[in-house]
């Protein structure tokens, strides 16, 4: 199976910075990776596919980048509302393994 | 509006059976594949099983292979997890998922509330 690596594990940040959350895939994944947010009791919700490709509806404040292995998720201006869990899912193969997930504090 | 909405989870003793079901709304259930993730109290995502809208092929994580068995009623618009030989493991919120097409491989666009299953004696 295809591990996938997330640091860090916990962030703590100011409403205004630059949080930048990376990924690392242990094989090549092309760009068959999606980013999603965690809200306590909530379900995820999906911020990015295709390693970089936006959602619908999500702010563009969130940006993401990378090709192979190695990938990142960065907000540019943080908000009060983007504190929870971010998970990265590689969808390279049917297994669609995520990462151990970061923690963001505001 | 595009919704999926788990039940059947519940407490249930080492060794029991449990059916989920995952009832879709909003779209054309039929033309997109389907996945279940669990999450463990505290701890992180993990994909347990995906069926296709196509020929029906499924695909397990190994965690749940030859335990658990997936599968979708098109006319029902319906996704069910029948679930054997639990343990305590398994417990964990369920979510159903729909993919954003019909591979297996793909991301998750849509995700369900989550049902809760807990194995314990």
């Known amino acids: 199976d295809i591990q996938m690596t997330q640091s860090p594990s916990t962030l703590s940040a100011s409403i205004g910075d630059r949080v930048t959350i990376t990924c690392r895939a242990s094989?090549?994944?092309?760009?068959?990776l999606a980013w999603y947010q965690q809200k306590p009791g909530r379900a995820p919700k999906l911020l990015i596919y295709?390693?970089?490709t936006l959602e619908s509806g999500v702010p563009s404040r969130f940006s993401g980048s990378g090709f192979g292995t190695e990938f990142t998720l960065t907000i540019s201006s943080l908000q009060p509302d983007d504190f929870g869990t971010y998970y990265c899912?590689?969808?390279?193969?049917?297994?669609?393994?995520f990462g151990q997930g970061t923690n963001l504090e505001i | 509006e595009e919704q999926l909405l788990e039940s059947g989870g519940g407490l249930i003793q080492p060794g029991g059976s449990l059916r989920l079901s995952c009832a879709a709304s909003?779209?054309?259930?039929?033309?997109?594949?389907m996945t279940w993730v669990r999450q463990a109290p505290g701890k992180g995502l993990e994909w347990v099983s995906v069926?296709?809208?196509?020929?029906?092929?499924?695909y397990y994580a190994d965690s749940v292979k030859g335990r658990f068995t997936i599968s979708r009623d098109d006319s029902k618009n319906t996704l069910y997890l029948q679930m054997y030989s639990l343990r305590s493991e398994d417990t964990a919120v369920y979510y159903c998922a729909k993919h954003r097409g019909g591979s297996p491989t793909d991301f998750f666009d849509i995700w369900g509330q989550g049902t809760m299953v807990t194995v314990s004696s």
């Open positions: 899912q590689q969808y390279h193969s049917y297994s669609n393994t």
């Open positions: 295709k390693a970089s």
């Open positions: 094989q090549s994944i092309s760009s068959w």
């Open positions: 069926i296709l809208n196509s020929d029906y092929r499924t």
């Open positions: 909003g779209f054309t259930f039929g033309i997109y594949a």
